[in-house]
C-alpha cells in the first residue's frame, strides 16, 4: 500500500466523524418555529391573549402547569387573558431554549425552556423556568402546535415544584 493511500485512509477515519460535530445553521422551519414560539412570548408580554395562542391548531391539547391539567384551545386564550388583567409592570417571557426536531416534511417536535417572571396587581411576584414540549404540523404552509406539555421540575423529596431551577 502507498503511503498516498496510507494518508488517505487515516484522514477520513479520523476526519469523518468531525463531520457530524460541525455546527449546521437552522433550516428554513428550524427558523420559522423559533420565531412563532418568541412571537407567542412577545404577545403575550403585551397582553395580546388570542394572539399569543396564534401558534396553535383549533384542536390543540394542552398539558398545562396551571390548573386544568389539561386545557384546549379557548381554555388557554381564557388564561393569558386572565393572567394579562391580574400582571402590572413589565412581565417577562424569554424562551431560553428551543430545540426544533424536523421528523418530516410537515411534522416536528421541540423542546424548550421558558424562563416567565412578573408581578401580579396585588403585590405578588412570580418568577419560574417551565420545560415545554411542542408536536408541530405544518398547515398550509404555516407551523401549528397540535400538542404542548408544559411542566416545571419537582423536589419528589419534599413533593414542591422547584420553581427556581434554571437550565
Known sequence: MNTRSTRLKFGLAVCAPLMFMVARADTKDETAIKRILNEGCAAWIAGKAEQSVDLYLEN????DISP???KNHDQV???NKQLAEMTVGSPICVYEEIHPVMLTENFAY??????AAGKTKDGKTFDFHERSTDVWKKVHGKWRVMHEHNSVP???ITGMADLESVP
Not at 60 to 63: F, G, K
Not at 110 to 115: C, G, K, P, Y
Open 68 to 70: 386544568p391539567r389539561q
Open 77 to 79: 386564550v381564557q388564561f
Open 110 to 115: 421541540s423542546t424548550a425552556i421558558v424562563h
Open 154 to 156: 419537582v423536589n419528589v
Open 60 to 63: 390543540v391539547t394542552v398539558y
